[in-house]
C-alpha cells in the first residue's frame, strides 16, 4: 500500500488559485469515487473540506473545489485567503482489505 | 455536535504495547451509518490510517501494520480503543481517532494525542 502522491509545496497569492494534485493507481483514485481532502494548520487536527471527490461539508466555502480525471484527483482553491495557508492531505478508498490511503500531504503559502 | 476525545499514556518503551482510547460525545457510537477509525502523524511527517471499526466488531486494517494492531468497541461506554504491540521509536506519532462517514471520508476528528516511544 502505497502513499498517494502529491506536490511537496504550492503556492499562491491572495485572490489567485492554486491546484493541488494527488495521484494515485487504478486501486484506489482511479478505481472508486471515495477521495476526501483535509486542510491541516500547524499544530490543529485535519478538517474534512471535500469528500465523495467533489462535495463540500456543510460550512466549508465554496472557494474549494474538488474533481478527478483517472487516477489523478485535485484540490483547487479559488481566491487564496491568507488563512488558507496550510498542509493539505488527500485521501482514497482503496478497496475492502486496504480500505484508505492517504496522500504524503502538500504545504500551501500564501505569498 | 459530535466530539472525539482520545486518552492514554504519551510514553510508551519500546517493545511495549500501546494503548488509547477515544470516547464519543454528542452521539452514538452505535449508530449503522458509520465507522470509528484510528489514523497518526508522525512529527512532521503525514497521515497514516492505521485502522478502522463498526459497533458490531467488524475491523479493518492497514496491513503494513495489520500483525501488530488491535482495535476495539465498547458501546456501553461509547468508546473504542487502539493497541499497538511491539512498538519502536518509528511509532512515535501524534494519534488521532475519527468518525467515518457514508463516503469513506473522516469527517470528526479528535483533537489528538502525542505519544513518544522511548525507554
Known amino acids: 500500500q502505497s502513499a498517494l502522491t502529491q506536490p511537496r509545496s504550492v503556492s499562491g497569492s491572495p485572490g489567485q488559485s492554486v491546484t493541488i494534485s494527488c495521484t494515485g493507481t487504478s486501486s484506489d483514485v482511479g478505481g472508486y469515487n471515495y477521495v476526501s481532502w483535509y486542510q491541516q494548520h500547524p499544530g490543529k487536527a485535519p478538517k474534512l473540506m471535500i469528500y465523495d471527490v467533489s462535495k463540500r461539508p456543510s460550512g466549508v466555502p465554496d472557494r474549494f473545489s474538488g474533481s478527478k480525471s483517472g487516477n489523478t484527483a485535485s484540490l483547487t482553491i479559488s481566491g487564496l485567503q491568507a488563512e488558507d495557508e496550510a498542509d493539505y492531505y488527500c485521501?482514497?478508498?482503496?478497496?475492502?482489505?486496504?480500505?484508505?490511503?492517504f496522500g504524503g500531504g502538500t504545504k500551501l503559502t500564501v505569498l | 455536535q459530535l466530539q472525539l476525545q482520545e486518552s492514554g499514556p504519551g510514553l510508551v518503551k519500546p517493545s511495549e504495547t500501546l494503548s488509547l482510547t477515544c470516547t464519543v460525545s454528542?452521539?452514538?457510537?452505535?449508530?449503522?451509518?458509520?465507522?470509528w477509525g484510528w489514523i497518526r502523524q508522525p512529527p512532521g511527517k503525514g497521515l497514516e490510517w492505521i485502522g478502522s471499526i463498526y459497533y458490531s466488531g467488524s475491523t479493518y486494517y492497514n496491513p503494513s501494520l495489520k500483525s501488530r494492531v488491535t482495535i476495539s468497541v465498547d458501546t456501553s461506554k461509547n468508546q473504542f480503543s487502539l493497541k499497538l504491540s511491539s512498538v519502536t521509536a518509528a511509532d512515535t506519532a501524534v494519534y488521532y481517532c475519527?468518525?467515518?462517514?457514508?463516503?469513506?471520508?473522516?469527517?470528526?476528528w479528535g483533537q489528538g494525542t502525542l505519544v513518544t516511544v522511548s525507554s
Open positions: 485521501c482514497s478508498y482503496a478497496g475492502s482489505y486496504t480500505l484508505q490511503v
Open positions: 475519527a468518525r467515518r462517514g457514508w463516503f469513506e471520508e473522516f469527517d470528526y
Open positions: 454528542g452521539g452514538s457510537i452505535s449508530s449503522s451509518s458509520y465507522y
